[in-house]
């Protein structure tokens, strides 16, 4: 149990572009999601923590306009890295929380390549 | 501020052999939780063990234990009979009960030799 799922693994776009992240919780509800940034050989850096039905919150120095979070459902969290750069680049990493439980459940990882 | 520091960026064992992990973390806080995870080459992380600050007794998963020093705010990972597959990089992470985020540390990278 507690699967969580990304799609896509991959994605290349151009600079100027919107890129669409989905994370999924496939065998429980999760109110909480989370949003993480990995650069290469480092760690995971938490960009945002998503609730289901309400607006997410931003750590510092993350642009809320840039990085556009929606946790529609308790199953589902999106990610969508808009008009994109190449300074965007990076692997992109959510987790669900299952409910009550705090342990955080990863998804296998989202690698964004911006020309 | 919460701080998770692991000051071994690389390590490595024989396989069968035994290797600690260390972790060390500051907080005021009285109520958290704390875990290890495994990151492989794939890049997926992988849940290795919790342990809830408020229970004295030591987490326990197979071949995987901890040694948890609440005075000395001090989180150890304890690999017994390391197998190739034990190859990965290894975080440390600080979950505040009130906050549920996750604060990481800086990782440790395990070899496994054969």
């Known amino acids: 149990g507690a699967v969580v799922s990304q799609h896509p693994s991959w994605v290349i776009c151009k600079s100027g572009t919107s890129v669409k992240i989905e994370c999924r919780s496939l065998?429980?509800?999760?109110?909480?999601m989370f949003w993480y940034r990995q650069f290469p050989k480092q760690s995971l850096m938490l960009m945002a923590t998503?609730?289901?039905?309400?607006?997410?919150?931003?750590e510092q120095g993350v642009e809320k306009d840039k990085f556009l979070i929606n946790h529609a459902s308790l199953t589902l969290s999106t990610l969508t890295v808009t008009s994109a750069h190449p300074e965007d680049s990076s692997f992109y990493i959510c987790?669900?929380?299952?409910?009550?439980?705090?342990?955080?459940?990863f998804g296998p990882g989202t690698r964004l390549t911006v020309l | 501020a919460q701080t998770v520091t692991q000051s071994q960026p690389e390590m490595s064992v024989q396989e069968a052999e035994t290797v600690t992990l260390s972790c060390t973390y500051d907080?005021?806080?009285?109520?958290?939780?704390l875990f290890w995870y495994k990151q492989p080459p794939s890049r997926q992380m992988i849940l290795v063990i919790r342990q809830e600050a408020y229970k004295q007794q030591n987490a326990t998963e197979n071949r995987f234990s901890v040694n948890f020093q609440k005075a000395a705010k001090s989180f150890s990972l304890k690999i017994s009979d390391s197998q190739l597959g034990d190859t990965a990089m290894y975080f440390c992470?600080?979950?505040?009960?009130?906050?549920?985020?996750?604060?990481f540390g800086t990782g440790t990278r395990l070899k496994v030799l054969a």
């Open positions: 065998d429980f509800q999760a109110t909480t």
């Open positions: 987790s669900a929380e299952r409910e009550g439980g705090g342990t955080q459940y």
């Open positions: 907080t005021s806080e009285s109520n958290y939780y």
């Open positions: 992470a600080f979950m505040n009960s009130g906050t549920y985020k996750y604060i």
């Open positions: 998503s609730n289901e039905g309400s607006k997410a919150t931003y």
